[in-house]
């Protein structure tokens, strides 16, 4: 079974704090891919990257890093220097190699505060 | 493109009352699936479909039926609604995972259904 974990359910910062949110997964397939999804208030689930399980390459875009560490099965994602606008509920999610069905985590709500 | 639309937007139903939420895509996407959205859960998986005429349960399809008779669309059916079936409900949709790897899903915008 596949599971999903964002240990933080909320995060509050102040404007310009650097922020990281924690995924942690659980999978027994060699291969799998893992996303990122932003909820703005408005609703809608905006993606944010995604990752396979073979490439471990750490990727920054922007103020947005993720830190995909196969070794403790973790897909961290930091923010840098954060703005009111990154305030959103972020999830984390896992995809098998076989189907398109994700797995997501609880999601964690990141206030960040003027 | 429309990309994923939903309708309707807000629903608010009696327990016993039965309703379809519409899903429909215009990508020629093969995979479609309903995902239902609940504070501190993420989402969950309820139906998905790989072609007209295939469908399957995911995590937690008890309560809700689904049919596919063109690829376009997905309804989501409540036969008989009960309180706990409040929710946020999404669809989405993506191209089958036996083609290229990077099959991102698209999400539509999401239905918020409150059961008295």
């Known amino acids: 079974a596949q599971k999903v974990t964002q240990a933080q359910t909320e995060i509050s910062v102040v404007e310009k704090e650097d922020v990281t949110l924690d995924c942690v997964y659980e999978?027994?397939?060699?291969?799998?891919?893992l996303f990122w999804y932003k909820q703005p208030p408005s609703g809608e689930l905006v993606f944010l990257i995604r990752?396979?399980?073979?490439?471990?390459q750490n990727e920054i875009s922007g103020r947005y890093s993720w830190n995909f560490q196969k070794s403790t099965s973790s897909f961290n994602f930091t923010i840098t220097a954060s703005q009111v606008v990154d305030s959103a509920v972020y999830f984390c999610?896992?995809?098998?190699?076989?189907?398109?069905?994700?797995?997501f985590g609880g999601g964690t709500r990141l206030m960040v505060k003027p | 493109n429309a990309g994923v639309t939903q309708t309707p937007k807000f629903q608010v139903l009696k327990t016993g009352q039965s309703m379809t939420l519409q899903c429909a895509q215009d990508?020629?996407?093969?995979?479609m699936s309903w995902y239902r959205q609940d504070p501190g859960m993420g989402l969950r998986l309820i139906h998905y479909s790989v072609g007209a005429g295939i469908t399957d349960q995911g995590e937690v399809p008890n309560g809700y039926n689904v049919s596919r008779s063109t690829t376009e669309d997905f309804p989501l059916r409540l036969l008989s609604a009960a309180p706990s079936q409040t929710s946020v409900y999404f669809c989405?949709?993506?191209?089958?995972?036996?083609?290229?790897?990077?099959?991102?899903?698209?999400f539509g915008p999401g239905t918020r259904l409150t059961v008295l």
């Open positions: 990752r396979n399980s073979f490439d471990e």
């Open positions: 999610a896992l995809r098998r190699n076989a189907g398109n069905m994700l797995t």
């Open positions: 999978t027994r397939d060699t291969t799998y891919y």
């Open positions: 990508m020629n996407h093969e995979y």
């Open positions: 989405a949709s993506s191209y089958d995972s036996r083609g290229p790897p990077w099959n991102e899903q698209f």
